[in-house]
T-cell receptor, first 111, second 112 residues
């Protein structure tokens, strides 16, 4: 089974901190994605990557950046955390043309 | 601009009855549709999908119907079980490499 692992289940950070969310997949998938889930808004795409060192903006990239130095790892970076970035963050990976496999999510609270 | 819409935030159904979850989309270029199920504190898991060349796909208790002219799809769960209680997300994409666009989700509660 494909496994997508997010390094933290729960995080509490202070406003203004730089925050790193890590995601690792073990099935050599080309594509990786970061979403956030908020009540009433569903899953919204922040950034995605089709290959190493490639990144593309999703629908809500403001306040975020990403890094993909290795194929298996896709990091989401909150440059200066704000309270409106309190959310559930979900990482996913996929092969071209197929559906996604999601990680368990990271519940981030910014205080 | 919400390209995939689930207009019902919640649905409550009695165990053993049918659950029908609905999804509408606006982009006629979408050619592949999926349903994901999500329990609290877990990531979404794939449930069932349908290609735009079909109008129905069935997998056990789960059936997805696609009406391209109405840009509407629905997920039927028969019979519903308490373990089906979760949030269900509809998703769509265009072409093989396209990214998934998700709806807002519908929270299904199946009561014993």
């Amino acid at each position: 089974d494909v496994k997508v692992t997010q390094s933290s289940r729960y995080l509490v950070k202070r406003t203004g901190e730089k925050v790193f969310l890590e995601c690792v997949q073990d099935m050599d998938h080309e594509n990786m994605f970061w979403y956030r889930q908020d009540p009433g808004l569903g899953l919204r795409l922040i950034y995605f990557s089709y290959d190493v060192k490639m990144k593309e903006k999703g629908d809500i990239p403001e306040g975020y950046s990403v890094s993909r130095e290795k194929k298996e790892r896709f990091s989401l970076i909150l440059e200066s955390a704000s309270t409106n970035q309190t959310s559930m963050y979900l990482c996913a990976s996929s092969l071209v043309g197929l559906g996604y496999t999601f990680g368990s999510g990271t519940r981030l609270t910014v205080v | 601009d919400q390209q995939v819409k689930q207009n019902s935030p919640s649905l409550s159904v009695q165990e053993g009855r049918i659950s029908i979850l609905n999804c509408d989309y606006t982009n006629s270029m979408f050619d592949y549709f999926l349903w994901y199920k999500k329990y609290p504190a877990e990531g979404p898991t794939f449930l069932i999908s349908i290609s735009s060349i079909k109008d129905k796909n069935e997998d056990g208790r789960f059936t997805v119907f696609l009406n391209k002219s109405a840009k509407h799809l629905s997920l039927h769960i028969v019979p519903s079980q308490p373990g089906d209680s979760a949030v269900y997300f509809c998703a769509a994409k265009r072409n093989q490499g396209g990214k998934l666009i998700f709806g807002q989700g519908t929270e299904l509660s199946v009561k014993p």
